[in-house]
């Protein structure tokens, strides 16, 4: 049977969208520090829609993203799962960071999404592990934004 699954996560940072969006937009994950070794551009350059993102994980993930959009008129870059290894128990993982900005204060809320189609159990498995890794992920922005102060 299969499934579309939605996760999205989300976290006000009290910086401006363009602090916050200069360490978004090279989508180098080079912020998530607890979870990734390493990241490199492949198949195109860094601020180009189609480039590829090999991204090296602690736990020995390696996977590969391609940007499909990029903008930086709305702050935001949505990526493609193209391959991983170990394989996951998707068939299709969509995913977006969005920032806009909070007018009130100059903050910024930060939005990451990801829309997983798979086929199998694991659905619930798929979600929490994402849901995870985003307040993961999330927090080691608030860090390397913290470092910037």
């Not at 299969?2 to 940072?13: G, K, L, P, Q, Y």
Request: proline share 3%; net charge neutral.
């Amino acid at each position: 049977m299969n499934s579309a699954t939605r996760v999205v996560e989300s976290r006000v940072f009290p910086h401006s969208r363009t602090t916050v969006w200069n360490l978004i937009r090279p989508a180098d994950f080079k912020f998530w520090t607890s979870a990734v070794t390493s990241a490199t551009v492949e198949g195109g350059a860094a601020a180009e829609v189609g480039s590829q993102r090999k991204v090296t994980f602690k736990d020995g993930t390696v996977q590969r993203f391609q940007i499909v959009e990029l903008s930086d008129v709305l702050c935001s870059v949505t990526y493609e799962l193209i391959e991983s290894n170990p394989p996951v128990p998707v068939s299709a993982a969509i995913h977006s960071i969005k920032l806009t900005k909070v007018t009130y204060d100059n903050s910024t809320l930060v939005e990451w999404e990801s829309d997983f189609s798979s086929s199998g159990d694991q659905s619930t498995q798929v979600l929490e592990d994402s849901r995870l890794k985003k307040k993961e992920a999330l927090e080691d922005l608030a860090k390397a934004l913290a470092k910037k102060q």
